[in-house]
């Protein structure tokens, strides 16, 4: 069964660095999500990309952060100057808006800054 | 702000159980509505989904919607140990906003 990967499964950096967090989507999905979850915290949407655009961004993802698809096949989270706040697992979801709006998750980003 | 509201438990069912999973939503114009399990330290699992008033059932798991109430809940028979986990409800609101809003989880631990 296909599934969504992300690399790498855990990343330390320190604050004030860039992290770029990759996710490989289900080959037929279109539509693609990031979210963050900090410990013992609820799931959080950060954004939402379809056709090389950003669909949607929350509050939380500021100009730190950017996302893209270079390649066509990868989808990557940005974030250009680490802070401590920036803890947390980052999960890409991916979806195929074809009968239905099931998103499917990757295994998660767990990112810590020191 | 559009919330989602769950028990945050910890439920404890013995083995062989009934666990019965609830959520209520604010947003009176969310359409569909989604069932995740996250297991300690890994990402959330698609369920379950439901779109329409009533129940949805898959294997040991039902999903229950009403949208009058904004209530939805999670049914599951015949608890497993495996079943031990944190169960996620998470809302779509639709038209064009796409995006899941989670509730904080429900604890559910199965007894042997």
């Known amino acids: 069964e296909p599934e969504v990967t992300q690399t790498p499964s855990h990343q330390v950096t320190q604050m004030g660095q860039e992290v770029i967090l990759r996710c490989v989507p289900i080959s037929n999905h279109l539509y693609f999500y990031w979210y963050r979850q900090i410990l013992g915290q609820k799931v959080e949407f950060l954004v939402s990309?379809?056709?090389?655009?950003?669909?949607?961004k929350s509050e939380i993802f500021d100009d730190q952060f950017s996302v893209e698809r270079p390649d066509g096949s990868n989808f990557t989270l940005k974030i250009r100057s680490t802070k401590l706040e920036d803890s947390a697992m980052y999960f890409c979801?991916?979806?195929?808006?074809?009968?239905?709006?099931?998103?499917?998750f990757g295994p998660g980003t767990r990112l810590t800054v020191t | 702000q559009k919330e989602v509201e769950q028990n945050s438990g910890p439920l404890s069912v013995p083995e062989g159980a009934i666990a019965s999973l609830n959520c209520t939503y604010s947003d009176r114009v969310s359409q569909s509505f989604f069932w995740y399990r996250q297991y300690s330290g890994k990402s959330p699992e698609l369920i379950m989904s439901?779109?329409?008033?009533g129940d949805k059932e898959d294997g040991r798991f039902t999903a229950q919607l009403n949208k009058a109430s904004q209530y939805v809940s999670l049914l599951i028979r015949d608890s497993q140990p495996s079943d031990s986990a944190t169960y996620l409800c998470a809302v779509m609101s639709g038209g064009s906003n796409y995006k899941l809003t989670f509730g904080k989880g429900t604890l559910l631990t199965v007894n042997p």
């Open positions: 979801a991916t979806e195929t808006r074809d009968s239905s709006y099931e998103q499917y």
């Open positions: 990309f379809y056709n090389n655009e950003i669909s949607e």
């Open positions: 439901i779109y329409s008033n």
